[in-house]
């Protein structure tokens, strides 16, 4: 489990997060919704300790972030940090000679499941595949969380259907999802649990199942009672 436990994080005077909690479960896909620059980036970037708080801890499995933490969690960026020049398969060599954590067999697998192929540039990739490069070298790591910034956006809709299949396959079974989204709609349907976000803090936090069953509503229905108050 990945516990956030009451982060604040001020930029210069400016207060981004004023006491953040939350937590997001192994096998489940754990969703900040919040308008931009609410913070969500801020939050992903906490949990893989690239950013100093100002206050507050964060947990993974019980443990305070140190420098294993890495071999637990990983984060998937919106753009892609490999050299353009490189081929796929230059950027997967790179992760396996820096990851050992890196599981070739699965991304072996990624590489069919998205329909790519090794010898394409990354230069050349268009925005769709690019986004499922970038998805290909995180999912091909034996963690147990994933961190996503806004993996949907900016996407066509064929493309945008496939990375949501991979989340529904093995291929993310078991592991612990966060994604960052302001557009729900799309993937609303494979998000177990949602946060939502303004101001800096935490304004709900609910099991979107238990919502739909107990109260008939869509995570939707929730994010406009809340935010439209
Ligand atoms: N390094 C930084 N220095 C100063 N201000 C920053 C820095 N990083 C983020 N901010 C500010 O903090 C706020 C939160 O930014 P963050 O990127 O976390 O928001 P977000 O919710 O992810 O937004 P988006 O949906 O646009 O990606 C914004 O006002 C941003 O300008």
Redesign the pocket.
């Known amino acids: 489990m990945i516990e956030v436990k009451d982060i604040k994080k001020k ?2 005077r ?1 207060k ?1 997060l004023d006491g953040v909690s939350f937590t997001a479960n192994k096998g489940e896909i754990t969703c900040l919704i ?1 308008i ?8 992903l970037n906490a949990i893989m300790a690239l950013t100093p708080l100002n206050k507050g801890e964060i947990l993974i499995n019980g443990e305070k972030l140190n420098k294993h933490s890495f071999e637990k969690v990983t984060f998937i960026p919106d753009a892609i940090t490999m050299l353009p020049q490189m081929t796929i398969a230059d950027a997967m060599q790179f992760m396996q000679d820096f990851y050992k954590t890196w599981n070739q067999e699965r991304a072996t697998e990624l590489l069919g499941f998205f329909r790519l192929e090794e010898t394409e540039k990354i230069a050349s990739l268009s925005k769709g595949n690019t986004a499922k490069i970038n998805l290909l070298l995180g999912l091909a790591l034996d963690v147990d969380f994933l961190l996503m ?2 993996p949907f956006s900016g996407i066509d809709i064929f493309s945008r259907e496939q990375i949501a299949e991979v989340f529904t396959s093995h291929l993310v079974e078991g592991r612990g999802v966060i994604i ?1 989204t ?1 557009e729900v709609h799309d993937i609303e349907h494979l998000i177990d649990k949602v946060v939502l976000l303004d101001n800096g803090v935490v304004l709900k936090e609910f099991n979107s199942e238990e919502v739909r069953e107990n109260e008939g509503k869509s995570v939707v229905d929730v994010m406009r009672e809340v935010y439209h108050k």
Do not use: A, L, S, Y
Not at 36 to 43: R, S, W
């Open positions: 930029f210069g400016k981004v919040g931009n620059g609410v913070g969500k980036t801020t939050i910034d806004e960052t302001h």
